[in-house]
């Protein structure tokens, strides 16, 4: 791999190989743009099968970040990190000092959490070698489950998204439809519920499924019949890539909001969806709330703050939505020019100096 090539395309800031044999740490930790603070995201932990598909997803999940957080309003730039190894035999408290170690040479630029192989046992770990970390324990600060908090940035979404497409920022009497019902999806049918929505479920899990049907009143529905069920909203909660060219046909709804991460199979169905006048309220924004939950603990976590700031992609998604109409667009675009005219007004910010480099006393020349 050609890595400064890589670097130069999405101008990557910094990537950092870290390798102790001693612990067997094997990790690369990518740094893509800190305009708008510190570069937080996840440490992933997977057994790549070669170094090159090590830095290419630490590559894609850092860019990835600097746009979640950019277009959520976080004073946050983006980054990632992955370690080399399988979660469920490579892991020790060795391991993870060993990275935080890394981690705090760093000082500051990169702040790592929780991400798929990686857990709440590992974040303490890092956390005896450095305080750039978040998603610890709750007894040392930790904000706890993420779902509810990501639940409600979706249902957020969804009020944006309704405001355009029926006139009010309401649900009372429409019809959602919940593609999975785990840690999101339940949260996600409780909040609903309680905006008057009416509830159609499914899940791969039939219990999760009566459980919905008993809690909510939802109407249960087969898995391969959610995605062409007549509704207002299509929630997915389950899986990514579930808008691709099989689905997009058979879509009955107005709007698609959801948690699932990389929901469009491919960027091209968004303009597909936006064609067919299905309002998409794009994943990266919309299942923000459990990363503006856990950022929170940078400030000391306050959960009364942090659900203030959750509400707020209220606002995101319906700047998203103006941006798409003011430059004609699909969402899922008007998303990333968002993220991006944030990050380039403030990187234009004038500079002013406040002191002039020539006024700092002058050493005296030493005599001889
Ligand atoms: P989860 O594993 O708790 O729940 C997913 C549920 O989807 C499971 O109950 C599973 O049985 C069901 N499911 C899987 N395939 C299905 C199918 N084909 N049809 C119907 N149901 C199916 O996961 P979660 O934490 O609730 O997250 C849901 C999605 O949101 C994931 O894609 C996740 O990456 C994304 N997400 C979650 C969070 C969070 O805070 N948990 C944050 C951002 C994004």
Do not use: W
């Amino acid at each position: 791999m050609r890595i400064f090539e890589k670097l130069a395309e999405y101008r990557y800031e910094q990537v950092v190989f870290c390798h102790d044999k001693s612990t067997g740490l094997r990790a690369i930790i990518a740094i893509h743009n800190t305009t708008l603070g510190p570069a937080l995201g996840g440490c992933r932990m997977y057994p790549y099968a070669s170094e090159d598909e090590a830095v290419t997803d630490a590559l894609r999940l850092a860019r990835g970040m600097t746009y979640k957080a950019a277009a959520s309003g976080l004073n946050l730039g983006g980054g990632k990190s992955v370690i080399v190894g399988d979660p469920r035999k490579d892991k020790s408290e060795v391991l993870f000092r060993s990275f935080g170690r890394y981690i705090e040479t760093l000082g500051g630029r990169y702040i790592t959490a929780e991400d798929v192989g990686t857990s709440i046992e590992d974040m303490e770990n890092i956390r005896l070698e450095t305080s750039h970390v978040v998603g610890v324990d709750v007894t040392h600060g930790g904000s706890g489950d993420p779902s509810p908090f990501t639940a409600l940035g979706v249902k957020q979404g969804m009020l944006a998204c309704a405001e355009e497409a029926f006139g009010a920022p309401s649900l009372e009497g429409r019809t959602v439809a919940v593609q999975g019902l785990g840690h999101v999806g339940h949260h996600l049918c409780e909040l609903l519920q309680a905006e008057g929505a009416r509830l159609i479920v499914t899940d791969l899990n039939p219990a999760l499924v009566e459980e919905a049907a008993r809690e909510f009143g939802a109407k249960p529905v087969e898995p391969d019949e959610i995605l062409s069920i007549p509704c207002d909203v299509l929630a997915p909660c389950a899986l990514g890539a579930v808008i691709n060219d099989e689905s997009l046909p058979k879509l009955r709804c107005s709007i698609v909001a959801g948690s699932a991460n990389n929901l469009l199979a491919e960027s091209h169905h968004g303009e597909a969806l936006y064609e067919r006048g299905i309002l998409y309220a794009p994943d990266y924004v919309t299942n923000a709330g459990g990363l503006i939950n856990v950022a929170d603990e940078l400030e000391g976590y306050n959960r009364q703050r942090a659900t203030k700031r959750v509400m707020r992609i209220q606002d995101s998604v319906r700047r998203i939505i103006a941006i798409s109409k003011r430059d004609g667009v699909p969402t899922n675009v008007a998303a990333d020019t968002l993220a991006l005219e944030r990050t380039g007004a403030i990187s234009s910010m004038v500079r002013l100096h406040t002191g002039h480099p020539y006024s700092m006393p002058q050493r005296r020349r030493a005599t001889v």
